[in-house]
């Protein structure tokens, strides 16, 4: 694993995770580059999922700014090496 | 009943004073409408003023649906971000009145999240909370299961934040706002411990925790940890006024860093609270070192400036950065003061602490 001062990319490893009726996606783990803001993660999602609005939340607990870097949002929540998103047509932990 | 402490009052009546004009490109009427002047809660947020603003220009607008959005000196301001702290990190040397551009149309997508007004604010508020709750207790069960008219009423209280709108029926006087969040936010158990400096208004002082920790040998330590927002500015040059500081015309210019910070209540009281004031010579400790009781002066205002120094190396800058200016709620806080104390008192009420710093790092010399 790369070590916290080196500035090259650190990738995160997402886990994409689907909450009610969400489709599941084929392929549920990525890997993004640290720097990226998780307003990438959000897109890309809706890109995949074909949808306009998402509702994304972290460890089924609460929705971040879009605007967190993804490393600082792995490094504050994630665990086991990756960074739970859970995703939902609708509102899910309102 | 729980009216909080001083510095509570101070930070949730605190406010800055805007004069807000019209962008030219939006004015269709000659003359042009006068600024709009309003007291903004620091703990508030721009979004929640437009019903406030929008009758001083409503009639000179162009057709059109209304996308609002705030700028300052050309920097389109990110609204989730609490007013004083926005006016903490843009305004150095502070501007009375705060001269700020509303636009109506032509919202900056490419720069700003989009907002719709107060259930945008709301949704990004209630979040905040959330994160907050997880980084204190690991889960954010205790926001979720809040009844639907304690969440009414907490919103309610930050949403009027600093007016003194007390209401009398008979002769009782219904609390006023800071009571009413205190009162529904204490439901939460979000408290940070290892704080026996705050003074509480008209509430018999809190038995500390000292006993409790001296008598706890089991070697089990307690921590807390605090949802700190750290945004920093980088300059370049040196300034030794405040007025001249350099101004920030992009959000690339500031790092924006969100990372909790450990308290070890052991270490806390056995530490002296005075620190040196040289950042270089801060040793940088992380967590597994802490805690087998080095002794290293995690409960004061240093721990702020070690994780500046960790940001300062995780960017790769030279030793010599220095600090220019730590400002939190308005204030420069001493560098002697505990930490716990901060966290309590100053923090927004989204329970998360707002720090702005301003560091310098020299460019290097090019021969």
């Known amino acids: 694993m790369a070590s916290e001062s080196s500035t090259t990319a650190r990738r995160v490893v997402v886990h994409l995770r689907a909450t009610g009726d969400a489709p599941i996606l084929k392929q549920a783990k990525f890997k993004i580059a640290g720097t990226d803001k998780f307003a990438k993660v959000i897109d890309f999602l809706c890109r995949q999922l074909h949808r306009e609005t998402l509702f994304v939340y972290l460890n089924s607990a609460f929705s971040p700014n879009p605007d967190e870097l993804v490393i600082d949002l792995y490094n504050n929540f994630g665990f086991d090496g990756k960074l739970v998103v859970n995703y939902a047509c609708s509102m899910a932990w309102g | ?367």
């Open chain 2, 1 to 367: 009943m729980d009216r909080g402490s001083d510095a509570q009052k101070y930070v949730w009546e605190g406010a800055i004073p805007l004069q807000i004009h019209l962008h030219e490109s939006e004015v269709t009427t000659l003359p042009p409408p006068p600024p709009a002047l309003i007291l903004a809660p620091r703990i508030g947020y721009l979004p929640l003023l437009v019903p406030q603003i929008k009758p001083f220009f409503s009639s000179a607008l162009p057709p059109g649906t209304d996308t609002v959005w705030f700028e300052y000196k050309g920097l389109p301001l990110k609204w989730y971000i609490p007013t004083g702290v926005l006016f903490d990190l843009l305004c150095p040397e502070p501007e009375r009145p705060w001269n700020l551009t509303v636009h109506f149309r032509g919202y900056p997508g490419n720069i700003l999240t989009p907002c719709e007004g107060e259930d945008s604010v709301k949704w990004s508020f209630i979040n905040s909370l959330k994160e907050a709750a997880y980084i204190i207790n690991g889960n954010c069960k205790n926001v979720m299961n809040m009844s639907q008219s304690d969440q009414v009423e907490l919103w309610r209280s930050v949403m009027n934040g600093g007016s003194q709108q007390f209401k009398v029926v008979g002769d009782n006087a219904i609390s006023g706002n800071l009571e009413t969040y205190i009162r529904v936010s204490s439901k939460l158990k979000l408290g940070v411990g290892g704080d026996e400096f705050s003074v509480k208004l008209n509430s018999p002082s809190s038995k500390t925790q000292r006993s409790i920790v001296e008598t706890d040998t089991s070697g089990s330590v307690k921590t807390g940890r605090i949802p700190v927002r750290l945004y920093v500015c980088n300059v370049h040059d040196d300034f030794e006024d405040l007025e001249d500081a350099p101004h920030v015309d992009s959000w690339d210019k500031i790092a924006y860093i969100n990372r909790p910070i450990e308290i070890h209540r052991e270490e806390f009281f056995a530490e002296k609270n005075s620190i040196s004031e040289e950042m270089p010579q801060a040793e940088v400790e992380d967590e597994q070192k802490s805690s087998s009781g080095d002794g290293s002066g995690l409960g004061t205002v240093e721990e702020v400036r070690e994780t500046l120094r960790e940001h300062v190396e995780l960017c790769s800058l030279p030793d010599n950065a220095e600090i220019k200016l730590l400002r939190i709620q308005g204030i420069q806080p001493k560098l002697e003061t505990p930490f716990a104390w901060l966290a309590n008192n100053l923090m927004n009420p989204e329970r998360f602490l707002h720090i702005c710093a301003y560091v310098r790092v020299p460019e290097p010399i090019t021969i």
